[in-house]
């Protein structure tokens, strides 16, 4: 789509091609007045304006990695400041010199390049949008003040955090910072959706994880950034982030994350100590190693018959029921279903696996030096000593010493971990366990009202047959992407005819606006129920599982 460009207010601002003439456009390198060079060092002027001008952000990006990073963490940032003519710290407009070195830091740096022109900052004549650059400007400068912020409150609240569990935060962050350029590079626009970035907290965009990949191909970025990238873009980790924050009973991965997810890992789910990090390391690289093996024709003959199927086969599948049996133990703690039988026969087969002599012999060879990679490359990332992983010495550290750890010790430490997985989110069935209803008819009648708000849940399968009559078009609205609260409401407002009787009812003992909202809870359970089926069912049904209740 076409782009309206910017109309220049003086000399140097508005549109402009940049001080570099037409070979600075996509191609741009011979304009510079420098060689094009490969290393990550070759943007002296760049550096040296960051060095200038940036003190507040060098201050930010030394909570997020290495001291020694701060300056080509800051080049994307301060390209674009140069790009869109703003002045240094001592109020002077941007050099030729700096303009060019700056152009040819984008042509240097894909991501970048890309982000720019999907964002409309940089059009096809290599003409820049002074305008636009800001807006993207701005939204990478917000994601680095929230990442700052995030990391400053991760360790206020874990102040004895391990080095490994700090490098992994740290590198999330430094994901955090570039999401904005992560989100508006190539292949932006995913499922026919937009995947613009608008940055800051409540930031909507979605990156992919061939995207948070692709950050490694920009030779001018920060190695800590592109070890972040390295360790963020495998399967096991990416997942981490894609669902971190939702509710894992009725939240598929969808292979995109917004900053938001990332947010919510910081604060809620990353590692905290070393055992927790080695948890999720662990997990991890389960996934990793696990992530192209095919399981879409096996069934629940691997548990019958585990001699006849591969170590690969058999680790994969297991991997694959930890995940699904995450996903079951949410939805029981969220009150939608039974889950009992489907728990302990997903733990038997699980265990079924686990024990098999080839699969964890094959674990044993394959999982510890994954452990030692993503730790490694998260170390690099975060730039903290004393965490496992790295080169040399450094394999005496967190994720090295899991070298002489055995195959059924990792998978029994997972597997302990998930026993006790919960939802990350609070779950609305805890209204109908009274918190909906207090205070509305005193503590007598409390009682009363949880017994009428059970009988109008009760009854509210039967509403909700009567509210999902007028609920179901609502919560089709809602799958299709309206808001499930005002579809929901909506649903109530046309199933009241229907539930006239339970109101008469419960009216003299809760209320109306008690039984309301118990019908609101019975539609939204219903609506959050097929969402849980949805995400648990067919891996239950393809290895034979008994469903939830």
């Known amino acids: 789509m076409h782009k309206q460009m ?63 990073q701060g300056i080509s963490l800051e080049r994307p940032l301060a390209a674009m400041q140069i790009l869109s003519g703003q002045p240094n710290a001592n109020g002077q407009p ?24 999907n964002a409309g900052a940089l059009n096809s004549d290599g003409s820049v949008d002074t305008k636009k650059l800001k807006g993207l400007l ?36 430094l994901l955090q910072a570039y999401n904005p350029i992560a989100g508006e590079s190539a292949g932006h626009v995913s499922n026919g959706k937009n995947n613009g970035y608008n940055g800051g907290k409540n930031g909507g965009g979605l990156t ?82 696990t992530a192209n093996t095919d399981t879409s024709k096996l069934n629940q003959d691997i548990f019958a018959n585990p001699q006849n199927y591969t170590p690969e086969q058999k680790a994969a599948v297991m991997v694959t029921l930890m995940k699904t049996l995450v996903n079951v133990q949410a939805g029981g703690s969220d009150g939608l279903r039974d889950v009992k039988a489907t728990v302990a026969a997903l733990q038997k087969d699980i265990q079924t696996l686990a024990s098999d002599p080839a699969t964890q ?63 990350v989110t609070q779950s609305l069935s805890d209204l109908a366990k009274g918190k909906g209803f207090m205070g509305i008819g005193g503590d007598s009648a409390a009682a009363e009202a949880a017994g009428a708000a059970e009988g109008a849940v009760g009854g509210a399968d039967g509403a909700a047959e009567g509210a999902a009559a007028g609920a179901e078009g ?9 808001a ?39 539609v939204q359970k219903k609506h959050h129920q097929n969402e849980f089926a949805s995400n648990v069912n067919p891996t239950l049904q393809q290895f034979g599982i008994p469903l939830p209740k």
């Open 6 to 68: 910017h109309q220049p207010d003086t000399g140097g601002a508005g549109t402009t091609p940049t001080g570099t003439g037409s070979a600075a456009g996509m191609n741009g390198a011979g304009a510079a007045g420098t060689s094009t060079n490969t290393s990550s060092d070759s943007y002296p002027e760049l550096d040296s304006y960051a060095s200038q001008a940036d003190g507040s952000d060098l201050g930010k990006w030394s909570d997020l990695a290495a001291n020694d």
């Open 94 to 117: 941007p050099t030729q010199a700096q303009k060019q070195a700056a152009m040819q830091f984008v042509n240097d740096n894909p991501s970048l390049k890309s982000a720019m022109s």
């Open 138 to 173: 701005q939204s990478v400068e917000k994601n680095l003040t929230q990442a700052d912020n995030n990391v400053k409150d991760y360790m206020k609240k874990h102040p004895g955090a391990d080095p490994g569990s700090l490098n992994t935060v740290r590198s999330a962050a």
């Open 208 to 289: 992919t994880k061939q995207q948070v990949a692709d950050l490694e191909k920009n030779q001018g970025f920060s190695s800590a950034l592109k070890s972040a990238a390295q360790a963020w873009s495998t399967s096991g980790a990416f997942d981490a982030l894609d669902r971190a924050g939702d509710d894992k009973a009725t939240t598929k991965a969808d292979g995109k994350f917004d900053d938001n997810n990332l947010t919510d890992f910081i604060s809620k789910e990353a590692p905290t100590n070393e055992a927790s990090d080695q948890s999720f390391l662990e997990d991890a690289s389960l996934q990793n190693i």
């Open 361 to 423: 012999a094959y674990l044993q060879k394959t999982v510890p030096p994954a452990m030692q990679n993503l730790g490694g490359a998260f170390a690099a990332a975060g730039g903290l000593s004393g965490a496992g992983g790295g080169d040399g010495d450094s394999e005496t550290g967190a994720a090295g010493s899991q070298s002489q750890t055995s195959a059924k010790d990792i998978v029994d430490q997972v597997h302990d971990g998930l026993k006790d997985a919960k939802t």
């Open 474 to 482: 609502a919560v089709a609205g809602a799958e299709g992407g309206a």
């Open 484 to 522: 499930a609260a005002d579809g929901v409401l909506g649903a109530v407002a046309g199933g009241l005819a229907a539930a006239t009787p339970i109101l008469a009812v419960g009216a003299g003992i809760a209320g109306i606006a008690g039984i309301v909202m118990a019908i609101v809870q019975a």
